[in-house]
């Protein structure tokens, strides 16, 4: 019989992953649920994971009692893992809530990154360093692992003189300028603040040495040190499948060239299969992608969200697949056929607990955008970025910007901000924005690119994944003049999307903009490019990628 792992549930994102994680490891999993749950008495390993806002994590965990059973759990000397916010609550308090105390177990205060010089909040994979000559729980200075937050217990040399001199084993890191830590360990207690259970390979190791109470492990030599580039995080590379029904009613992946999926060598012709969504999203994992995104780029609009085609593909594909997971597609508020009402949030809650870490919000961030200025630059709680990022947080929400190149002769020819064109246009149009577009493409509006993104930050987005329909399956290279502006006007991480052809042009992206992260889609597909293969032409040409078998 597998021995079963217990895991705190405080409905707080995904916990589906870890426990994918821990059953791929051989162990069972039960969530608890109740703080007076029996078994938090019997239980030999607990887990308390936590992602999104802190206030509310740790409000809830004493709202829901769990307070003195986890620290009689704590006092019998069993083990107990906190992973992100699950760490965070371990502190004494975090700038995030000022008004709620933590646990108050590290001397610490948690604060906010700055974002002066970098994108907050850190998205990304970063290093974990030991202070002593062992690894801790298996975390292997050589590896990345996989960070998402906002807020971090940063510290000087005295927090990590006094915290060590209290008995605390820390691996630190660094993002920018800011050192914080990454994981921290006394007795029976570990945290991470990343996501072992999105790390990969490295991650599994670290759940499995934690699971095994593996505490100490040889220290191995440092062959491949975060050399402090890029804020320390890898160039981030992200598999990108759009999927769809075909004319034969089969779940493809499928891809366009200027958002027109279909083989252009007949009137009206298929729609382009590309191969089956899990597999692909599974291939692409090994060979190494940081992330994969799903984008349902036709909704389904006819099927009930439990039958949703893509709940299914999250599922099969989470099991296996232990780096994030952001779907997009129709997360709105949404009416089933038999005329129930479903609220965007509830939508988005439905695909976490299949095992998306992220939603991705396209046609409906344009409508919460219009909105955001016709209230005079407010949002009024109510649009999906909103309640989807008051619940889960901020990490969770990515918005997909379809945006289309316009020129035009004079900056006054448009209500939208404008820059001069590196090329002039057809007519000799010297200025250009960018127009968003919904429902894939096929709506034209006339909200501006860059006023979309800032109005979506503003309402609570935590990322932008950044398409050009222009650009779309063209092999041309990404639209370096849009990345560049969308890249200045915000401070969230920006996914530079559409137009990769080769390598080289993701090592292009990387180093004339400033993009947080390359997304790749068609060259994938067509087998023209292996994700690894890209990531070794970064790292030939002295860009840091992570390489999970290293
Ligand atoms: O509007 O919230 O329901 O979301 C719909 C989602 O589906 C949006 O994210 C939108 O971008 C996407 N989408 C809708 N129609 C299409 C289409 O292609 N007909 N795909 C579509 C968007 C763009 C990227 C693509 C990159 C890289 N596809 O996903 O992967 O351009 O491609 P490349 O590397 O081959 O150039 P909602």
Known sequence: MPETVHIIDLESGNLRSLQNAIEYLGYETKLIKSSTDPELDTATKLFLPGVGNYGHFVKEYFARGFDAPIKKYIDSGRPLMGICVGLQTFFQGSEESPSVPGLGMIDLQLSKFDDKTKSVPQIGWNTAYPLGDKMLYHINPNNRYYYVHSYAGIVSEEDIERLTSQGWELNLTQYGEQRFIASISKDNIFATQFHPEKSGIAGLKVIRSFLEQTHYSPLPEIVNANDGSNNGLTRRIIAC????????GDLVVTKGDQYDVREKDQEGGDVRNLGKPVTLAEKYYKQGADEVTFLNITSFRDSPLKDQ???????????????????????????????????????????????????????????????YYELGGNGDGTSPIETISAAYGVQAVVISVDPKRQY???????????????????NGEEYIWYATTAKGGREVTDLGAVELVKACEALGAGEILLNCIDKDGSN??????????????????????????????????FEKTKTDAALGAGMFHRDEYTVEQVKLHLKENGLQTRLDTE
């Open 241 to 248: 499948l759009d999927v769809r029904s075909n004319d034969q």
């Open 309 to 371: 085609p893509m709940l299914e593909v999250l599922k099969q594909a989470a099991k296996t697949i232990f780096v994030p997971l952001t779907v997009g597609g129709g997360i709105k508020d949404i009416v089933e056929p038999d005329g129930t009402k479903i609220p965007a949030l509830q939508v988005a809650g439905t695909y976490f607990s299949a095992g998306a870490d992220k939603v991705s919000i396209g046609t409906d961030a344009v409508v919460a955008a219009k909105k």
């Open 476 to 509: 041309s290279g990404y639209d370096l003049e849009l990345i560049n502006w969308i890249k200045g006007s915000v401070n969230v991480p920006v996914i530079a999307s559409s137009g990769a052809g080769n390598p080289g042009h993701f090592q292009e992206v």
């Open 408 to 426: 035009v002769a004079s900056p006054s020819d448009t209500k939208n901000e404008t820059i001069k064109a590196e090329v002039p246009g057809p």
